[in-house]
């Protein structure tokens, strides 16, 4: 099993700010994940939420079921402290996903509060920036 949590705004993807993150939907992106999950053999639960809270919820629920997660902290990669420090207590592999590139964006963009917690960050691939994370657990998990 493992997470695939996406943060704000990433429900509306395909109609929110198509030349930076494409045209393809959210629906989209969450059966290419179930269908990585399938090749991979891994079952892929997708989710997303506009709330903070839920979020780090989420986090706990992955780190006492010692379940490996792929997450776009979206906005809140650049400034919630408080999505770091449920990050910090993780029990398994987590990998910080992107979309678009930030360090080629707006300058907030270039911060990243979660990056030091994660075990890795994958960005700017589009939505295949999800499909390696899923991959790069998958072979840390096999190890
Ligand atoms: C994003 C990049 C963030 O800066 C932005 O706030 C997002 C999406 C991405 O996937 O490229 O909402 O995480």
């Given at each position: 099993m493992i997470y695939v949590l996406s943060g704000p705004n990433l429900r509306r993807l395909g109609i929110r700010e198509p030349d930076v993150y494409g045209s393809d939907t959210f629906e989209d992106l969450a059966d290419l994940c179930r269908a990585t999950g399938r090749e991979l053999g891994l079952h892929v639960e997708v989710r997303q939420t506009d709330d903070e809270a839920e979020l780090?919820?989420?986090?706990?629920?992955?780190?006492?079921?010692?379940?490996?997660?792929?997450?776009?902290?979206?906005?809140?990669?650049?400034?919630?402290?408080?999505l770091r420090d449920a990050i910090a207590q993780r029990t398994a592999p987590l990998v910080e996903v992107h979309i678009s590139n930030p360090a080629a964006r707006e300058e907030f963009r270039h911060t990243s509060v979660v990056a030091a917690?994660?075990?890795?960050?994958?960005a700017g691939f589009g939505l295949r920036s999800y499909v390696l994370a899923l991959r790069a657990i998958a072979e840390m998990i096999e190890k």
């Open positions: 780090v919820g989420w986090l706990h629920e992955a780190a006492d079921g010692k379940i490996p997660v792929v997450l776009n902290p979206a906005a809140f990669t650049h400034y919630s402290y408080a917690v994660a075990t890795g960050t994958i």
